[in-house]
């Protein structure tokens, strides 16, 4: 099971509280032992993982003939039919092959020609919309072939319909979540909620709704599937349902994005456990009197007037964006001091130079990736008029 860098910890974790054990964190991933049924509950419940694979071989090899070998040994024909579609898509770490492309091609003939010597003709390929997804990761001398029982990556949740600039995933905001130790027991805050991301996924949580209720998997194309043990699955999972165990809250300077995030709340069942409201965040108050978690991924750059009025002061030209950003991030950091004393901030951004443009001293940093861009998530325990870290043992962050 695939997931971003620095969330490994979290997956691990997620995938054993649903019963699946021998779980092994790799880099970038997690890799388990499981029945079917525990496949089609990892696609329905994981918030963090991208897809959940099948490894079906794993094999040595030197030359691309070795990769049609592997590939021609695997019994495709048990796991989907020749009508349907297929598409290879391949992945390496210090292989000595000169061309990937090719790699991926001499793969596709082996299933192809599988296919062929068994039934006399070959399923087409769809690059766009396949209905079977294939994976192969070369390293230096190993090839592991998987078949992907997602489809769509698992961050697709089906509720995200309205986004702004550069969204967050949903998978990483649930990570975001994961490493801030949030209970869903107090209150969650995030006062530059763009679309809602990070407030709908946490409402979900506080919610107990399964983030896959509302879309398709490809294990649902696979010849081993079982309808009516799925169908199961999900009466279950909304049967799980509960009222909100804490109130989430989020706001956002641009009331178009407020909009957004209303809309996305109702599509994704929670609007009635959110509340979504317009605002600077350099102005906003704390949403209700009991100290929670604020969780957020502040917009930067040429989007640091996304954040609040600091924005409106910036110049074109790119030092004078980051001299803004400070002036936005100091700003807020002695809003929060004035304000939200007892509150603990996580700060997810690629600025690791960050706590000191907001003059406070965190007291945790999660590394994380933001796809390919390397994030912290840093943690400020929010003591009034003081700039000192609160002790970590705060109980509004679940720790």
Same mark, same amino acid.
């Given at each position: ?64 003939? +070795? ?16 009508? *349907? ?28 020609? %599988? ?8 399923? &087409? ?5 396949? +209905? ?8 230096? +001398? ?65 919610? &107990? ?56 709340? *109702? ?15 350099? *102005? ?12 957020? &991924? ?32 100091? *700003? ?31 007291? %945790? ?13 840093? %943690? ?20």
């Amino acid at each position: 099971m695939p997931c971003a860098g620095g969330v490994e910890e979290y997956l691990a974790s997620e995938v054993s509280a649903l019963g699946v054990r021998s779980v092994q964190r790799e880099r970038g991933g997690v890799s388990l032992q499981a029945d079917w049924a525990a496949l089609m509950r990892m696609n329905l419940h994981s918030r963090l993982a991208q897809r959940v694979l099948v490894q079906l071989s794993h094999t040595p090899y030197r030359a691309e003939n +070795d990769l049609y070998e592997a590939a021609k040994a695997v019994a495709w024909e048990e796991w989907f039919t020749l009508r *349907q579609t297929f598409k290879i898509e391949i992945t390496a770490t210090a292989s000595p092959l000169k061309s990937l492309k090719f790699a991926a091609l001499k793969i596709k003939d082996a299933v192809a020609d %599988r296919f062929r010597d068994k039934g006399g003709a070959r399923p &087409n390929v769809e690059t766009r919309f396949p +209905d079977m997804r294939i994976f192969a990761h070369l390293t230096a +001398d190993t090839v592991t072939l998987y078949l992907d029982t997602s489809g769509e990556p698992l961050f697709k949740r089906g509720w995200r319909e309205d986004k702004g600039e550069a969204p967050l995933k949903e998978t990483l905001a649930a990570a975001m979540i994961a490493a801030s130790g949030w209970d869903a027991k107090t209150p969650l805050y995030d006062p530059c909620c763009g679309s809602g991301t990070i407030a709908i996924e946490a409402a979900q949580v506080a919610c &107990n709704i399964a983030p896959g209720l509302l879309r398709r998997f490809g294990f649902e194309k696979l010849l081993p599937h079982r309808a009516q043990e799925w169908a199961a699955l999900k009466s279950e999972a909304k049967a799980a349902r509960r009222e909100p165990t804490a109130p989430v809250f989020g706001s956002d300077v641009a009331f178009r994005m407020v909009d957004f995030a209303q809309r996305n709340a *109702q599509r994704a069942g929670v609007d009635q456990a959110v509340s979504l409201r317009g605002g600077d965040a350099l *102005q906003r108050m704390p949403p209700t009197d009991t100290p929670g978690v604020m969780l957020l &991924n502040p917009p930067y750059g040429e989007r640091i007037e996304a954040g609040g009025v600091a924005g409106a002061k910036r110049a074109g030209r790119e030092n004078a964006q980051m001299e803004n950003a400070g002036d936005f991030f100091a *700003q807020l950091a002695t809003h929060w001091k004035k304000n939200y004393a007892g509150w603990t901030a996580w700060v997810l951004t690629p600025d690791l130079k960050l706590p000191s443009r907001m003059r406070l001293k965190e007291s %945790r940093r999660v590394p994380m990736w933001n796809g390919p861009i390397e994030c912290r998530l840093f %943690r400020f325990d929010m003591v009034a008029g003081s700039a000192r870290a609160a002790p970590k043992s705060d109980a509004s962050t679940g720790h």
